[in-house]
């Protein structure tokens, strides 16, 4: 019985512990994840369905990109049936996604961009 207690006893010590370095781990991002007061995380999500005629049809898609008071911080694309290739404009520092069809029918195109939005930034 007294091997049990202490079995008991080095279990329930050992899960206080990984209970306060996931509690520790978890203040300290979100320590280094403060923004401003007036500041605001924004996710834009795309879920695009294209239908093609025929191969090789190109598509634009005009994409989101910093200025002055955002931020693009995190973009995934996936767009599994499509050719794609991201352009970026010189003068008006936007960008686009140029697909090109590789079959016939429907494709689909999603995207997720996480933005910081601030409307002190300078």
Do not use: C
């Amino acid at each position: 019985m007294s091997e049990q207690r202490r079995l008991t006893t080095m279990v329930v010590l050992l899960l206080l512990l990984l209970g306060a370095g996931v509690i520790s781990l978890r203040w300290s991002i979100r320590r280094r994840m403060i923004v401003g007061q007036s500041d605001r995380v924004w996710r834009l999500s795309y879920d695009i369905e294209i239908r093609t005629e025929k191969t090789g049809e190109n598509y634009q898609i005009s994409l989101p990109f910093n200025t002055l008071r955002s931020r693009v911080f995190r973009r995934s694309l996936s767009d599994p049936e499509l050719l794609s290739e991201t352009v970026r404009y010189k003068y008006s520092k936007g960008e686009s996604l140029v697909s090109t069809s590789a079959l016939v029918g429907f494709s689909r195109m999603r995207g997720n961009f996480d933005i910081h939005v601030s409307p002190t930034a300078k």
